[in-house]
């Protein structure tokens, strides 16, 4: 990806990021850590990932394995996705040298085959987008958490949690060029594929969202 040609339109806003801040933490297009590290908490918290093998679908700098370290969270198996060259790279170096942890550069909008090719060669049991779907479309990014929901279809038990900007009318928006998703209707789509669904949107003054589904038991 030299030029915005080149570029994906979902992910020109980060190499455009990059450009300005490099790898730093502006790169992720995140307001403050304070917004990260509670997206971190409400899917951590929903899930409970101590010995499970994840995917961090949207790595960027990998700040989740950090965070988890910090928390005292151990995973059998951490797998971080990202598509942006710089910010794989980065990753990728700070990241520890050991079996346990994998980093791939990849792009899972356009490999539709990634996502069930990562299940199985790493035997992961948890997806994970955290603010990753926030530069594409809903229809993008619902036919992506499909395809993930549809790789993990063999594995009771196991789970699939991604976060959003919030949306709807019946609470404030704060300013933003990213856009706001429809929680009613996203949380419909999960009910719609398995009753085990996990809902909060109690942190972030409501501004942001998290869903969990989880695989039923056979």
Request: with cysteine.
């Amino acid at each position: 990806m030299t030029s915005d040609e080149l570029v994906p339109e979902y992910l020109a806003p980060y190499t455009r990021a990059v450009a300005a801040y490099g790898t730093g933490f502006g790169s992720l297009l995140i307001c403050d850590r304070k917004w990260q590290e509670a997206r971190f908490a409400a899917l951590a918290g929903a899930i409970g990932l101590r010995g499970r093998a994840v995917a961090d679908l949207g790595s960027g700098r990998a700040d989740l394995l950090s965070w988890l370290a910090q928390q005292g969270v151990a995973c059998r198996r951490y797998v971080a996705v990202e598509a942006v060259p710089e910010l794989h790279r980065f990753a990728s170096a700070r990241g520890p040298d050991d079996e346990s942890t994998v980093f791939v550069q990849a792009d899972f909008v356009r490999d539709t085959e990634l996502l069930s090719k990562l299940v199985a060669k790493h035997d992961l049991d948890v997806l994970l987008f955290s603010g990753s779907l926030n530069t594409l479309t809903e229809a993008d990014a619902l036919a992506v958490l499909e395809r993930a929901w549809c790789s993990l279809a063999d594995r009771p038990g196991a789970a699939l949690g991604f976060n959003f900007l919030a949306g709807g009318d019946d609470w404030p928006r704060p300013s933003t060029r990213l856009p706001r998703r429809d929680s009613k209707r996203w949380f419909a789509w999960a009910c719609e594929r398995t009753p085990l669904v996990i809902y909060c949107q109690h942190y972030l003054g409501a501004h942001d969202a998290t869903i969990v589904m989880i695989r039923p038991d056979r």
